[in-house]
Nanobody
């Protein structure tokens, strides 16, 4: 059973940047697709970005061009670089993993097996 721990959230002004990290323990990451999701108050959880085992990526339209997902398998960590942040990006951000060793693509649908506890991101002046 993987354990995922997010960090890097906080309060930032509109237009600012944050980098979220998700440290994974319990296994190496080489066979896992990884994703970032978010949930704002009163809204459903939505996919933000994902990265496959071959580093193929996908993004939600709302963050494409502003956010970048990356992975460092040697450090067992996945990152989400968030730039040009907007108030509507305010949410709890979760990372998740799914064992998928053969697929070069990933999905931002929330059908992942293992989840972290989340980190709060607040974008406000």
């Amino acid at each position: 059973q993987l354990q995922l721990v997010e960090s890097g959230g906080g309060l930032v002004e509109p237009g600012g940047s944050l980098r979220l990290s998700c440290k994974v323990s319990g296994s190496t990451l080489y066979s896992y697709a990884l994703g970032w999701f978010r949930q704002a108050p009163g809204k459903e959880r939505e996919g933000v970005a994902c990265i496959s085992v071959t580093s193929g990526t996908d993004y939600a339209d709302s963050v494409r061009g502003r956010f970048r997902i990356s992975r460092d398998n040697r450090k067992n960590t996945v990152y989400l670089q968030m730039n040009s942040l907007k108030p509507e990006d305010t949410a709890v951000y979760y990372c998740a993993s799914n064992w998928n060793p053969r697929s070069p693509i990933c999905t931002i649908q929330p059908n992942y097996s293992n989840w972290g506890q989340g980190t709060q991101v607040t974008v406000s002046a």
